[in-house]
C-alpha cells in the first residue's frame, strides 16, 4: 500500500480557503486518493475521492496532478466547525473490501 | 450514504474481564469488515480484517487469541477483548465497504474502552 505523507498540522482562520497537501510517489496504477475527517472521539467520515485530475462536491475539493504523486484537498472558506484531523490515503481500486492504511494526518485548527 | 452501526460507544470494566464490541452495516451486506484501534493524539492502526464466513486476518503484532473477531453475517462483526487490561484502554473503530468497486468506506462511530 502506497504511504502518504502530510503536514502534522495547519491553523486557518474563519472564512479562509485551506488547502491540505499530501504526498504519495509511490501511488500504484490502481489506487484511488481519498481523504476522511475525523472530529475527537468519532470514527472518519468520507470527504471525497478522486483518480486524476480534479473532482468537486458540496464540501471540498480535490485536486490531482497529472503524475499523481501528490495530491490537494482544498477546503472553501472554513469555519469552526472544520477543525479536524484530516487523512489522505491511497487505495487499491479494485480492492473492494476498502482496506485502507492511515498514515498520520494532518490537524487543522481554525481559529475566530 | 451506508451507514455503519458500532456499539457501545463507550465501556468501563474491570481488569481481567471481557469486552464485546458489535459492528453492523445498516443497509448494505459487507463480505469484510475491518478493526481499528486508535490510541490518543494517533492515527488508526489497523488491527484486523473480518471476513464472513471465515477466519479473520490479523496484522502483525495484534494478538489473535486476545482480540476475538467474529463475522457471522453479511451484517455484523463483533470483536471481543478478552482478559482486558489497561493497556488495551483505546477508542476502536470498525469500517465497511460494498461490494462496489472504487468506493468509499464508511466507519462506525467508536467505540472508548476503558480498563480500570
Known amino acids: 500500500l502506497a504511504k502518504t505523507t502530510q503536514p502534522i498540522s495547519m491553523d486557518s482562520y474563519e472564512g479562509q480557503e485551506v488547502n491540505i497537501t499530501c504526498s504519495h510517489n509511490?501511488?500504484?496504477?490502481?489506487?484511488?486518493i481519498t481523504w476522511y475527517q475525523q472530529f475527537p472521539s468519532q470514527g472518519p467520515r468520507f470527504i471525497i475521492q478522486?483518480?486524476?485530475t480534479k473532482v468537486t462536491n458540496e464540501v471540498a475539493s480535490l485536486f490531482i496532478p497529472a503524475d499523481r504523486k501528490s495530491s490537494t484537498l482544498s477546503l472553501p472558506r472554513v469555519s469552526l466547525s472544520d477543525t479536524a484531523v484530516y487523512y489522505c490515503?491511497?487505495?487499491?481500486?479494485?480492492?473492494?473490501?476498502?482496506?485502507?492504511?492511515f498514515g498520520g494526518g494532518t490537524r487543522l485548527m481554525v481559529k475566530p | 450514504g451506508a451507514v455503519v452501526s458500532q456499539h457501545p460507544s463507550w465501556v468501563i470494566c474491570k481488569s481481567g474481564t471481557s469486552v464485546k464490541i458489535e459492528c453492523r452495516s445498516l443497509d448494505f451486506q459487507a463480505t469484510t469488515m475491518f478493526w481499528y484501534r486508535q490510541f490518543p493524539k494517533q492515527s488508526l492502526m489497523l488491527m484486523a480484517t473480518?471476513?464472513?464466513?471465515?477466519?479473520?486476518?490479523?496484522e502483525q503484532g495484534v494478538e489473535k487469541d486476545k482480540f476475538l473477531i467474529n463475522h457471522a453475517s453479511l451484517t455484523l462483526s463483533t470483536l471481543t477483548v478478552t482478559s482486558a487490561h489497561p493497556e488495551d484502554s483505546s477508542f476502536y473503530i470498525c469500517?465497511?465497504?460494498?461490494?462496489?468497486?472504487?468506493?468509499?468506506?464508511?466507519f462506525g462511530q467508536g467505540t472508548r474502552l476503558t480498563v480500570v
Open positions: 478522486g483518480y486524476k
Open positions: 469500517s465497511a465497504g460494498g461490494r462496489r468497486q472504487n468506493t468509499e468506506a464508511f
Open positions: 473480518s471476513n464472513e464466513g471465515s477466519k479473520a486476518t490479523y
Open positions: 509511490n501511488i500504484a496504477t490502481n489506487d484511488y
Open positions: 490515503l491511497v487505495g487499491d481500486g479494485n480492492n473492494a473490501g476498502n482496506m485502507l492504511t
